[in-house]
């Protein structure tokens, strides 16, 4: 247990379809992220909040829309997507942006149809 | 263009012996490294870090070595043990700037077996 949680853990997806990933840290955390694993590929990192506002969004495209309520929760909402936005996406928290020792979550494997 | 690179894919070891994975980066700028185990199904964890001021950390089981003037970083675990099979990640940062941007950098992983 690694005190960040995701979910749903797994995710099937129509193109027309609209989603969201939930993501929820107890640990106290300032800063949390999403990352995007493909297959074969470095992991990714699509966007960053620190105190809850978003300080990083590494071009990623307008289908991804993420949200942070609070500093203990964040969601990514997902809409329109292609079958190449298959992926696990996971979310991780530091105590603070400047710091680079993350926590991950179990990740979210997505799959669009 | 793959700022770090992990260019063995997958690697064996015996159980018991010495497990060497390997790491390259190419961006100068980097001075903090580090090392992640990820076991199927679950995030990455956390394993080891060094700091470019050093050329070595070490941490029980785990040693990473940096040379800086070959842009190389390994990582060794000695003795082998079932339970280390899984991919492990390296990941870079550059110093964080006034606005405190330390972004992680990662490599695409070696998938490590360890056979008993």
């Known amino acids: 247990e690694t005190g960040v949680t995701q979910t749903p853990r797994h995710l099937v997806m129509g193109m027309t379809n609209k989603k969201s990933l939930k993501c929820e840290q107890h640990?106290?955390?300032?800063?949390m992220y999403w990352y995007k694993q493909s297959a074969k590929k470095p992991l990714e990192l699509m966007f960053v909040y620190s105190l809850e506002e978003r300080v990083e969004n590494n071009s990623v495209p307008s289908r991804f829309s993420p949200e942070c309520p609070n500093s203990s929760h964040l969601f990514l909402h997902l809409h329109t997507l292609q079958p190449e936005d298959s992926a696990l996406y996971l979310c991780?928290?530091?105590?603070?942006?400047?710091?680079?020792?993350?926590?991950f979550g179990q990740g979210t494997r997505l799959t669009v149809v | 263009d793959q700022q770090v690179k992990q260019n063995s894919p997958s690697l064996s070891v015996q159980e018991g012996r010495i497990s060497i994975l390997n790491c390259d980066y190419t961006n100068s700028m980097f001075d903090y490294f580090l090392w992640y185990k990820k076991y199927p199904a679950e995030g990455p964890t956390f394993l080891i870090s060094?700091?470019?001021?050093?050329d070595k950390n070490e941490d029980g089981r785990f040693t990473v070595f940096l040379n800086k003037s070959a842009k190389h970083l390994s990582l060794h675990i000695v003795p082998s043990q079932p339970g280390d099979s899984a991919v492990y990640f390296c990941?870079?940062?550059?110093?964080?700037?006034?606005?405190?941007?330390?972004?992680?950098?990662f490599g695409t992983g070696t998938r490590l077996t360890i056979i008993p």
């Open positions: 990941a870079a940062s550059a110093s964080p700037t006034i606005f405190g941007n330390e972004k992680l950098t």
């Open positions: 991780a928290s530091s105590q603070d942006w400047a710091n680079t020792e993350a926590f």
């Open positions: 640990l106290g955390h300032n800063a």
């Open positions: 060094i700091s470019s001021i050093k």
